[in-house]
């Protein structure tokens, strides 16, 4: 049996817009766009959609996604691993002519080893720490690893890059910069070649906008923006690029007034975090059929205002519809516009189906 629900789908005409307007902006910033490809496992429709729009660099945080990558699109486009990598990775990336991001030396020398055995030159892109507390080198570290690259016959530095609010949401600034193109010019004087300075991700695009000149940026990485077309580090919505490209739907399975037994003993949720209850008589609820092995409840948003979303469990998602004036029926579809974490795992999900929606969609898609 097909089945229809949970289903994501995706709207590649909203896509194309977002790709056209960020391609016009960085022509104008005079920066190359990076596009980030890890918020949809590198989904091969997606993909094609990108490089056809006019992307020719890719950058994921899983090198199996980076392979396939290169199997679809081709040697023309440029791939780079922004996840640290893993020593068991570092053949196949070679290999396959994808660039790291490295911050170690010890992964270096190893990578010099690979590329000298392969008879080529290995590009690498130096991860530097901005100040997200994240990863990369500190710059203290710069000079000694500038002596060592010296030696490493067979690594070419392609540029150095960095990441913020990420991990400790500290975002970007003017001073940030500024001491990143110190250190690529640094580089640039003592390796005596030109080196790239590749930031990320969506955040950066608000200084930009602040009208900071991105004077010494050669690329900016983003997944949000293009995607979604929203700067989550600053919780907003990006007022020039497009939103609603995903949206996920399901069925209502359980419609009924209830509430949690309130002099049952309180613990822990399905996952381990107190749950919240609330006492205030019994409510209609909704249940709907997709639960947080499909999506993340957090990260989903529904048009229906006076709906709230009580949480999820592994395989429902459970609204509270007391207030709304449409009547839920069993059977009903409902959708919401999903964000970046719920179409990560929406993707990930094999219970999802993926649908394609838009001019350019191909038959079979
Ligand atoms: C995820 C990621 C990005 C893209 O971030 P967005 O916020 O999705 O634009 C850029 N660089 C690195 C290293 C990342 O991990």
Not at 5 to 30: F, H, M, Q, T
Not at 255 to 263: A, G, S, T, W
């Amino acid at each position: 049996m097909a089945s229809l629900y949970p289903r994501l789908e995706v709207n590649l005409d909203v896509l194309e817009e977002n790709a056209s307007i960020l391609l016009g902006k960085c022509r104008l910033w005079g920066i190359s766009p990076v596009v980030v490809t890890k918020g949809f496992l590198a989904d091969p429709v997606l993909a094609q959609a990108f490089r056809d729009f006019g992307f020719s660099s890719f950058a994921d945080s899983n090198l199996a996604n980076l392979v396939k990558l290169r199997n679809l699109l081709g040697s023309q486009v440029q791939l780079f691993l922004i996840r640290l990598p893993m020593l068991e990775e570092l053949d196949t990336l070679s290999m396959y002519g994808i660039l790291p991001f490295v911050s170690h030396a010890e992964v270096l020398e190893r990578l010099n080893g690979i590329a000298r055995r392969l008879g080529k030159v290995q590009p690498v892109v130096l991860a530097i720490e901005g100040g997200d507390g994240r990863e990369g080198m500190l710059f203290e570290e710069i000079p000694e690893v500038t002596k060592l690259l010296r030696h490493l016959s067979h690594l070419s530095v392609y540029g150095i890059a960095t990441t913020f609010a990420c991990l400790s949401g500290v975002l970007p600034d003017y001073e940030a910069l500024r001491r990143l193109v110190e250190v690529k010019n640094f580089l640039q004087e003592t390796l005596e070649k030109n080196v790239v300075l590749s930031v990320g991700g969506t955040t950066f695009l608000a200084l930009w906008e602040e009208g900071c000149s991105p004077e010494g940026v050669d690329e900016i990485r983003f997944g949000e923006a293009l995607l979604f077309g929203s700067d989550i580090s600053r919780k907003r919505d990006i007022p020039w690029l497009k939103q609603g490209a995903f949206v996920i739907s399901a069925e209502v399975v359980e419609v009924r007034k209830k509430e949690p037994l309130q002099e049952g003993a309180s613990g822990y949720d399905a996952f381990g975090e107190k749950p919240f209850r609330n006492f205030s008589g019994p409510r209609k609820r909704i249940l709907v059929a997709i639960g947080k092995q499909d999506v993340d409840e957090n990260q989903l948003y529904f048009d229906d205002a006076h709906v709230t979303i009580v949480g999820a469990t592994s395989n429902y998602l459970i609204l509270d519809v007391e207030e709304s004036a449409k009547s839920y029926r069993v059977g009903d579809v409902v959708s919401f516009r999903a964000g970046y974490g719920a179409v990560l795992r929406a993707f990930l999900s094999p219970y999802v189906v993926k649908v394609y929606r838009g001019r350019k969609v191909r038959k079979g898609e």
